[in-house]
């Protein structure tokens, strides 16, 4: 049974960072990709970045490009996401999904299965 947990979230000052864990189990990294979705209040879910394998790419929202980077340590089967130059647009619950293929719309949650509970970032001053 594939189980994601996140963390990391949390209230930051605009230009702040913060990194979000996503801890996958239950998956084979074989052909699979990752996810990093938010949703703000009103708004729907939005793609923010993925991770697709088996050969790895990386996938980004245009309005994170530059600022945001999603990673993978295979040891800790855990997927990262490190936010920099945080803006109060950013803020929302964030949530990491999974699904095990290569999606063709890797930033569109119709393709993942599974998802975690989320985490709360907040930027403001």
């Known amino acids: 049974q594939v189980q994601l947990v996140e963390s990391g979230g949390g209230s930051v000052q605009p230009g702040g960072s913060l990194r979000l864990s996503c801890a996958v189990s239950?998956?084979?990294?074989?052909?699979?990709?990752v996810g990093w979705f938010r949703q703000a209040p009103g708004k729907e879910h939005e793609g923010v970045s993925a991770?697709?394998?088996?050969?790895?790419?990386?996938h980004y929202a245009d309005s994170v490009k530059g600022r945001f980077t999603i990673s993978r340590d295979s040891d800790k089967n855990t997927i990262y996401l490190q936010m920099n130059n945080l803006k109060p647009e950013d803020t929302a619950i964030y949530y990491c999904a999974s699904v095990q293929a290569l999606p063709v719309s890797p930033l569109s949650p119709a393709s993942y299965t599974h998802w975690g509970q989320g985490t709360q970032v907040t930027v403001s001053a």
């Open positions: 991770i697709t394998g088996k050969v790895t790419f990386t």
């Open positions: 239950g998956f084979t990294w074989d052909y699979y990709a």
